[in-house]
C-alpha cells in the first residue's frame, strides 16, 4: 500500500522570501503521479503542481517549483516570493498512473505568511 | 467553464439518519471520486464512479453508497450516521482517457457534515 508523509505540521515565512514544504512516499509503483495540493481557509482544494514519476525534470508552475528525488522516494514543494495568499494547508499527494485510481493524501502541512 | 459544484454546502444531521450530498463534475469529465476530510487531516478515499458504476472503493463501511448519473453527476449517501461522519465530504472529478489513464482530480469546494 502506498503512504504520504509530510513531517511539518506548521511552517510560517515572511512575505516574499522562500519555503520549501517536505514530503516522502511510499510506493513499489514505477510509474505514478505526484501532486501539491491547497487548501486555503475557504477550504475549496487547488491543485498547485503535478509530477509524472517518469520524468526526470522537475515541474514548475510560476513561483512553485518541486524537487523530485524518484531514488529517495521524495517530492518537496518550494515557493518562490512567497504572497499572503499563499497561507493555506499544503497537502503531498500520489496516485497511480495507469489506472483510474484513488489520490492519497499526505496529513498536509499549514503554511502561514507573515507580512 | 463551470468547476467541480457540491451540494448543499453545509448539514446538520442527528445520530441515527440518513444524508445525501450531491456532486456535478467539470464539464468534461466522466469519472467522480469522493472524499471524506475530518478536521485537521488530509482527505480519505471512500469511493469511485464511472460509466455509472463504483469501480474503487476505500475502507469506508457499506452504511457510505453511492450513485453516478447519465450525465455523470454523482450522489453520495450515508445511511445510520455516527458522530464520527462529521467532517468535510469532498467531490473530486477527472477524465479518465483511453488506455485507463487519469487526468489530475478537480476538486468542489465541499459539504460539511455536523451530525449531533
Known amino acids: 500500500a502506498q503512504t504520504v508523509t509530510q513531517s511539518q505540521p506548521e511552517m510560517s515565512v515572511q512575505e516574499a522570501e522562500t519555503v520549501t514544504l517536505s514530503c516522502t512516499y511510499d510506493t513499489s509503483e514505477n510509474n505514478y503521479y505526484l501532486f501539491w495540493y491547497k487548501q486555503p481557509p475557504s477550504r475549496q482544494m487547488i491543485l498547485v503542481i503535478r509530477q509524472e514519476a517518469y520524468k526526470q525534470q522537475n515541474a514548475t508552475e510560476n513561483r512553485f517549483s518541486v524537487n523530485f528525488q524518484k531514488a529517495a522516494k521524495s517530492f518537496s514543494l518550494k515557493i518562490s516570493d512567497s504572497q499572503l495568499g499563499d497561507t493555506a494547508m499544503y497537502f503531498c499527494?500520489?496516485?497511480?498512473?495507469?489506472?483510474?485510481?484513488?489520490?492519497?493524501f499526505g496529513p498536509g502541512t499549514s503554511l502561514s505568511v507573515i507580512p | 467553464d463551470a468547476g467541480v459544484t457540491q451540494s448543499p454546502t453545509h448539514l446538520i444531521k442527528t445520530r441515527g439518519q440518513q444524508v445525501t450530498l450531491r456532486c456535478s463534475p467539470k464539464?468534461?469529465?466522466?469519472?467522480v471520486s469522493w472524499y471524506q476530510q475530518a478536521l485537521g487531516q488530509g482527505p480519505q478515499f471512500i469511493f469511485q464512479y464511472y460509466e455509472e458504476e463504483e469501480r474503487q472503493r476505500g475502507n469506508f463501511p457499506d452504511r457510505f453508497s453511492g450513485h453516478q448519473f447519465p450525465n455523470y453527476s454523482s450522489e453520495l449517501n450515508v445511511n445510520a450516521l455516527l458522530l464520527g461522519d462529521s467532517a468535510l465530504y469532498l467531490c473530486?472529478?477527472?477524465?479518465?482517457?483511453?488506455?485507463?489513464?487519469?487526468?489530475?482530480?478537480?476538486f468542489g469546494p465541499g459539504t460539511r457534515l455536523l451530525v449531533l
Open positions: 473530486a472529478s477527472s477524465l479518465g482517457t483511453s488506455g485507463g489513464a487519469v487526468e489530475t482530480q478537480y
Open positions: 464539464s468534461g469529465h466522466d469519472t
Open positions: 499527494a500520489f496516485m497511480k498512473h495507469w489506472s483510474r485510481d484513488k489520490v492519497i
